[in-house]
């Protein structure tokens, strides 16, 4: 591991203090209340959680103890009893949002459809039944591979609601992917759907469902539940293969919330590392949903009236905690839009903003980027007045893109939310809070409260202000992941061993490298580890490797992220082929099309060069500090001299 530079980070001065109008009727509407209660949760965590647990969450059973901390492993509220289904959908029906809209969904073709709570809590329900008749118990993990329609979100719930762990595979991920992620997590069922509309085509998803299952591909899987959207002709297999619409209308809409542990497992999202083989990041009920919900409430200052929109895909942890669960929890209007911009239609999102009166709008820098390129000409002719809040999250976000967002898009008015977080740690981590703080373009900003962040060397020692080192957390938090589905031992040695613990105390290391300054702001300055963060998707750099190596001409790849103005890092690798093969470029062609078969399109390497050999160490480590230099066209940064081959350098160099 590299240690981080700050050179990447402009020394960005302007500072940005709350509306004073949005401030005086924020949730938290001060920086004194905001470091009240940041102080008042380091004093005393568990006390500063278990006061919100009560207050802002329905238990059938409160717990016995706050947090069982035997590190790595944590327990929030043991013994209590939920149902996050519950505080998401029923809670809700005893009020006057009974008849609210809960999700609001625009199809790319136009098509529309918006669900009050009870009608999504009957959808849930019926749906949960269906599972139920499919065999699926509490325990049982389902597979969900679908695309942004209203039933990506009643299947995570009608899992939810009957206990069985979802696992939500973005359908971006080819038919290889999904069937190694199947069979990780075991899966009992899988729900699809023909296809779903993306950039004016119709994107197929069952025929990657029937890829990953033939020849007993998911031996696990029994049954796939297919909804019908883009009307394709697809094979139904039978015996295994129903259509939703033929099976939810039909089942009964009473389906009580199964009593779950807090402790139960709500589901698992896989999520690239340093290793070839993704790994299933667990998160379960109780602390999930507090926190899921505590940070939607106070970092989005949802109001009962707005309309909230998150533009991820529910197959991606953003999706999971702030489209579906943080914001029903909170009783709120959730957005779902399928498409994106797209030559037909590049102001689309700015049309839906207009329609629905969006207020609150939640994207990434990468399509922040993408919306400058195509010209302010898009947002300007739609009325964007309704907007009162931004939000980012995924990768840095450089200050010049941060200031297009506050001017073209908020109209100078409003705040700027970018939040750091993971699929690890389930919500924000650090984030400003609308009302409380003054905002620095491309800083993250404070921690949220409750959240102990700091800056320490590989050592674990204090960095001084304004000195790059590693992000790390030292006290547990609500929905920190519980393990690696299935490898405890994985879990421990990538969050919880590369900082040696100090005195018995653990401390969570999220592998981002990051600089406090003199403010307490944090600057997020990119991963630290083998992980590449492409239009804010996460891609760990030996899974392409393992992917382009699985190909008959390769002999050896190395994988590594040159910096790019729209995606934010692109795929570069470096590739020495079998002496079979000779070099072309239909076989560089190929080799990228052999990375979307076996990962998906998301991974397709921007660059595929050729080489001789691949810089190494004498014991055989391949040198990728080169490499990264070479593929950003910049020198060779350090000493060569450990290196096994000089003139490997000297002809990677000459090829640039
Ligand atoms: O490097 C950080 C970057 O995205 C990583 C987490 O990726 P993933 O688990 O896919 O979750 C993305 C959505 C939460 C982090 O380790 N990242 C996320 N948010 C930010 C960020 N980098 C800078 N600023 C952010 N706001």
């Known amino acids: 591991m590299s240690q981080p530079t700050i050179e990447s980070i402009l020394q960005e001065q302007r500072l940005f203090p709350p509306p004073a109008d949005l401030a005086a009727q924020a949730e938290i509407k001060s920086a004194e209340e905001y470091e009240q209660l940041y102080a008042k949760a380091e004093a005393d965590p568990q006390a500063f959680w278990a006061e919100l647990a009560e207050k802002e969450l329905d238990w059938f059973e409160k717990w016995d103890t706050v947090l069982d901390w035997q590190p790595p492993f944590a327990k929030w509220f ?87 762990p979802h696992t939500v595979v973005f359908g971006g991920f080819s038919a290889e992917a999904l069937k190694d992620r199947l069979n990780d997590a075991e899966a009992k069922l899988v729900i699809t759907a023909d296809g779903g509309f993306r950039k004016d085509k119709a994107v197929p998803l069952k025929t990657a469902v029937d890829k990953a299952l033939a020849d007993n591909g998911v031996p696990s899987v029994n049954n796939v539940l297919v909804v019908q959207r883009t009307k394709a002709d697809v094979t139904m297999a039978s015996n295994r293969d129903h259509w939703w619409h033929e099976l939810v209308p039909a089942a009964s809409a009473d389906c009580p919330p199964e009593p779950m542990d807090s402790e139960d497992m709500l589901f698992i999202l896989y999520t690239s590392g340093t290793t070839g083989r993704p790994k299933g990041v667990v998160h379960t009920t109780g602390g999930y949903n507090l926190y899921t919900h505590m940070t939607c409430k106070w970092a989005f200052d949802l109001k009962d009236n707005d309309v909230y929109w998150c533009t991820a895909d529910v197959g991606w942890i953003t999706g999971h905690s702030y489209i579906v669960y943080g914001p029903l929890s909170n009783g709120a209007t959730s957005l779902m839009y399928e498409g994106a911009p797209r030559p037909s239609n590049p102001g689309c999102f700015w049309d839906v903003v207009e329609k629905y009166g969006v207020n609150i709008f939640y994207t990434a820098p990468t399509a922040i980027r993408a919306f400058i390129k195509l010209g302010d000409q898009h947002p300007q002719a739609r009325n964007l007045s309704s907007l009162r ?16 967002y506050q001017q073209v898009i908020g109209g100078g008015k409003c705040p700027i939310i970018d939040t750091w977080w993971q699929t690890e740690t389930g919500g924000f981590m650090i984030t400003p809070l609308p009302g ?41 938090w609500p929905s920190m992941m519980r393990t690696v589905y299935g490898d405890d031992d994985r879990f421990r040695r990538t969050y919880w061993e590369h900082i040696p613990p100090k005195d018995g105390k653990y401390v969570y290391f999220a592998g981002d490298g990051v600089r406090r300054d003199e403010d307490g702001y944090f600057w997020i300055m990119g991963r630290v580890d083998d992980v590449i ?108 001299s450990t290196m096994e081959d000089q003139s490997v350098l000297d002809k990677l160099r000459q090829g640039s």
């Open 389 to 404: 809040i931004l939000g980012t999250v995924g990768e840095p976000i450089n200050p010049e893109a941060w200031i297009w």
């Open 533 to 640: 963060n492409v239009s804010g998707h996460r891609l760990g750099t030996m899974e392409i490797e393992s992917a382009l190596v699985s190909h008959p001409a390769v002999a050896e790849a190395a994988v590594v992220g040159r910096p790019d103005d729209l995606k934010g890092e692109d795929v570069f690798a470096f590739v020495t082929l079998e002496n079979t093969h000779p070099p072309s470029d239909e076989l560089n062609s190929e080799l990228k099309q052999h990375v979307v078969n076996e990962i998906g399109v998301i991974a397709r390497p921007g660059e595929i060069r050729f080489a001789d050999a691949l810089p190494k160490t004498r014991s055989g480590k391949i040198i990728r500090r080169f490499l990264r230099n070479l593929a950003s066209g910049e020198d060779i940064a350090g000493d060569a």
């Open 78 to 164: 043991v013994g209590g009893k939920l149902n996050i289904t519950y505080n998401c959908l029923d809670r809700h029906l005893k009020t006057w949002r009974r008849n609210k809209a809960a999700l609001i969904w625009e199809g790319e073709p136009g098509d529309s459809r918006t669900l009050t709570y009870a009608q999504l809590h009957r959808e849930v329900c019926q749906t949960a039944n269906v599972l139920k008749q499919l065999g699926v118990g509490k325990g049982d993990r389902v597979g969900i591979y679908m695309p942004m329609v209203p039933e990506a979100a009643i299947a995570m719930l009608a899992c939810a609601r009957i206990g069985a």
């Open 436 to 476: 409380a703080t003054s905002t620095k373009p491309g800083s993250a900003t404070r921690p949220f409260p409750g959240i102990l962040a700091d800056v320490v060397d590989l050592d674990g020692n204090p960095v001084a202000d304004n000195e790059g080192g590693y992000l790390v957390v030292r006290h547990p």
